[in-house]
């Protein structure tokens, strides 16, 4: 199955002198050729053009990038994980379904969500057999890997109960952070702990590439709130608001809170959203918010210290400045 992608990982590793982005590009048309190959053994299935739909539209693929990275980089090659970071891109679109059916939304990648092209039913049916193929994958790597893969299946849908069950009056920074490290996070961290226990790496080199990739996650879940809301205008009804609005909602005054309020509670206008984007400079909410960001990029940083010199650590640095490209530019060698 992976063939065609393999061919083109064995022409990059002699390319020394390719650029770390050039690189990621690479690993992401490794992972896509592969999820194609996949998805074209799965036509018998009754659920085919649901699982096609949901797994070729487009994305980052950077979860899986994870499990491939830190497979090289505990000394393994792309070539013994493939397989096991299409589980993880399975497990990762099974949420992704799930949550467009609880968040209502119609549109994901800028195409029909599942629900909407089919029925919420079909959709729980689909996020189902995702879920169901992501453990067939990563049962051939043992049990310790599967137990993994279960467990943050759990912590997953923990995650998504945290994020329906809060109103903004219940809401503080530190549930959303929880929330976050279990609906978010928790993905980051088992890509990069399975990768790297898949090639038989030390539990020292594991616990540095989980912890890594879990703050990753964090900073990564808090940059991406921050666009959607002061960028994109845009915000969801259910669920859990994003951390601009918590700390807007603890720092306003009483009609800041009722504006914060409504905009979750009513079909709210764009005017009356970037008013709250307005307040949300004004308080300097947009900077601490970033500053968060920081404070997690700056702890997944010093969890690859432990690594040292190792291959391709680079690109776990590469990784830090998608996030945030002006991070401290020295970080990108790792120097």
Request: net charge neutral; glycine share 6%; hydrophobic share 40%.
């Given at each position: 199955m992976c063939s065609m992608a393999c061919d083109k990982h064995g022409a990059l590793s002699k390319m020394r002198d390719i650029s770390l982005a050039?690189?990621?590009?690479?690993?992401?048309?490794?992972?896509?050729?592969?999820?194609?190959?996949?998805?074209?053994?799965?036509?018998?299935?009754?659920?085919?053009?649901?699982l096609r739909h949901a797994l070729l539209s487009p994305g980052k693929r950077l979860r899986p990038i994870l499990v491939l990275l830190s497979a090289e980089c505990a000394g393994?090659?792309?070539?013994?994980?493939?397989?096991?970071?299409?589980?993880?891109?399975?497990?990762?679109?099974?949420?992704?379904?799930?949550?467009?059916?609880?968040?209502?939304?119609?549109?994901?990648?800028?195409?029909?969500?599942?629900?909407?092209?089919?029925?919420?039913?079909?959709?729980?049916l689909t996020?189902?057999?995702?879920?169901?193929?992501?453990?067939?994958?990563?049962?051939?790597?043992?049990?310790?890997?599967?137990?993994k893969t279960a467990e943050t299946a759990l912590m997953l849908c923990e995650g998504e109960l945290i994020d329906i069950s809060a109103g903004i009056k219940d809401v503080s920074e530190e549930l959303y952070i929880d929330m976050v490290k279990r609906k978010s996070a928790s993905l980051f961290k088992l890509a990069?702990?399975?990768?790297?226990?898949?090639?038989?790496?030390?539990?020292?080199?594991?616990?540095a590439l989980g912890s890594f990739a879990e703050y990753y996650g964090v900073a990564y879940q808090i940059k991406d709130d921050l666009e959607d809301l002061v960028e994109k205008s845009s915000i969801s009804k259910r669920g859990m608001p994003p951390l601009p609005l918590i700390a807007l909602y603890n720092r306003g005054d009483d009609r800041l809170r009722r504006k914060v309020r409504d905009a979750l509670s009513n079909d709210t206008s764009k005017d009356s959203l970037?008013?709250?984007?307005?307040?949300?400079?004004?308080?300097?909410?947009?900077?601490?918010?970033?500053?968060?960001v920081e404070e997690y990029l700056w702890k997944a940083v010093e969890s690859l210290k432990a690594l040292g010199k190792r291959p391709h650590i680079e690109c776990f640095y590469q990784m830090?400045?998608?996030?945030?490209?002006?991070?401290?530019?020295?970080?990108?060698?790792?120097?």
């Amino acid at each position: 199955m992976c063939s065609m992608a393999c061919d083109k990982h064995g022409a990059l590793s002699k390319m020394r002198d390719i650029s770390l982005a050039d690189r990621l590009s690479v690993y992401k048309e490794l992972i896509d050729k592969a999820l194609a190959e996949f998805i074209m053994s799965l036509d018998s299935s009754k659920l085919y053009p649901q699982l096609r739909h949901a797994l070729l539209s487009p994305g980052k693929r950077l979860r899986p990038i994870l499990v491939l990275l830190s497979a090289e980089c505990a000394g393994g090659s792309v070539e013994q994980v493939l397989q096991l970071a299409l589980s993880v891109e399975l497990i990762h679109t099974a949420t992704l379904v799930h949550d467009d059916i609880i968040d209502e939304d119609e549109v994901r990648r800028g195409l029909p969500t599942v629900h909407k092209l089919w029925s919420s039913e079909i959709a729980i049916l689909t996020g189902d057999a995702l879920i169901a193929l992501s453990i067939k994958l990563a049962s051939s790597y043992g049990e310790e890997i599967l137990r993994k893969t279960a467990e943050t299946a759990l912590m997953l849908c923990e995650g998504e109960l945290i994020d329906i069950s809060a109103g903004i009056k219940d809401v503080s920074e530190e549930l959303y952070i929880d929330m976050v490290k279990r609906k978010s996070a928790s993905l980051f961290k088992l890509a990069a702990e399975i990768g790297a226990l898949a090639v038989k790496a030390p539990q020292p080199l594991v616990h540095a590439l989980g912890s890594f990739a879990e703050y990753y996650g964090v900073a990564y879940q808090i940059k991406d709130d921050l666009e959607d809301l002061v960028e994109k205008s845009s915000i969801s009804k259910r669920g859990m608001p994003p951390l601009p609005l918590i700390a807007l909602y603890n720092r306003g005054d009483d009609r800041l809170r009722r504006k914060v309020r409504d905009a979750l509670s009513n079909d709210t206008s764009k005017d009356s959203l970037k008013e709250l984007t307005k307040a949300i400079r004004a308080y300097g909410i947009d900077k601490y918010c970033l500053s968060k960001v920081e404070e997690y990029l700056w702890k997944a940083v010093e969890s690859l210290k432990a690594l040292g010199k190792r291959p391709h650590i680079e690109c776990f640095y590469q990784m830090v400045k998608l996030v945030n490209p002006n991070f401290h530019s020295k970080l990108v060698t790792g120097n």
